[in-house]
């Protein structure tokens, strides 16, 4: 069903159970990606790895095809925020890859990034992508507000902003690209936004799933996009982070639905209860 103004999907228990195996598909693709992440490997190394985990979990890739886009994961390295399209890069000690994955099962979508630092990181690499792990579940944590789901989604957005700003480094938000709704489509209504707004965005309801995923940089905001219409770089060379995951909410609690264990440890050490429909 849909809800308000923005039509955004509100899923049923069982709706959200199909996405539960999609996000635990992209959790094993990524897990897949990682382990294929070594100095003298290629990005497309990584994805070839995905998309075996994908197509043997009897699911199909959300990027591949969306938008004739050319690959099944997006591998940004460095200086790269989003949407890197893997290839022959070798990748090469110190690098940091951000990789993002989206599976459908049964006509449901799951969607997870993670960044990580090969040999020899640079130790402000390391931190940068700390900061933006923290930021995101912090994020999602915020979408519970005690004792029921919180008031608006601008929780997400200023539970962002204060983690990178706890830091105290001066880390850039890239504003241009944002988390969103997620279900029968891999983006949907609302837009989930990593930083502070005054206007007020959508109400919260049992049911919504959203991909929360912020974008940090050790420098500027400002992003451009390469000739291949894809590869989203800092316009400074900065480099930068990416983490994501798909949650679902309920009256009861949050799911983290590209999370193995469904968020129960980060959000239990946030004091947000996991729902009892795992």
């Not at 994961?73 to 993002?100: A, F, K, M, Q």
């Not at 130790?123 to 789901?149: C, H």
Request: glycine share 12%; proline share 5%; aromatic share 6%.
């Amino acid at each position: 069903m849909a809800f308000g103004r923005d039509k955004i999907e509100l899923k049923t228990p069982d709706q959200i159970r199909l996405m539960r195996r999609a996000g635990l598909v992209v959790a094993d693709a990524l897990a897949a990606a990682r382990a294929a992440a070594r100095p003298g490997a290629t990005t497309a190394d990584l994805d070839a790895a995905a998309a075996a985990v994908i197509a043997g979990g009897g699911a199909t890739p959300s990027f591949l095809g969306y938008y004739d886009y050319p690959a099944t994961i997006c591998t940004s390295v460095n200086d790269e925020v989003v949407h890197g399209i893997p290839g022959d890069r070798v990748l090469e000690p110190g690098d940091l890859v951000s990789i993002d994955c989206g599976a459908i099962v049964e006509g449901w979508h799951g969607d997870s990034a993670l960044s990580l630092v090969l040999d020899d990181a640079d130790p402000a690499d390391l931190a940068l992508s700390a900061v933006t792990e923290r930021a995101l579940w912090d994020g999602i944590a915020a979408l519970w507000a005690g004792d029921g789901l919180a008031d608006r989604l601008n929780v997400v957005g200023n539970a962002v902003e204060d983690a990178v700003d706890a830091s105290g480094i001066g880390y850039g938000i890239v504003e241009e690209y944002v988390g969103h709704g997620i279900g029968t489509q891999m983006h949907l209504p609302p837009d989930v936004l990593n930083y502070r707004v005054r206007d007020r965005l959508p109400r919260l309801r049992p049911g919504m799933c959203l991909a929360v995923e912020p974008m940090i940089t050790r420098g500027t905001i400002a992003t451009e996009t390469l000739a291949d219409e894809w590869t989203v770089i800092t316009a400074d060379g900065s480099r930068a982070a990416h983490w994501e995951h798909t949650v679902a909410l309920f009256e009861d609690g949050l799911w983290v639905l590209t999370a193995v264990d469904g968020g129960a440890a980060e959000l239990g050490a946030r004091g947000v209860p996991v729902s009892a429909l795992d």
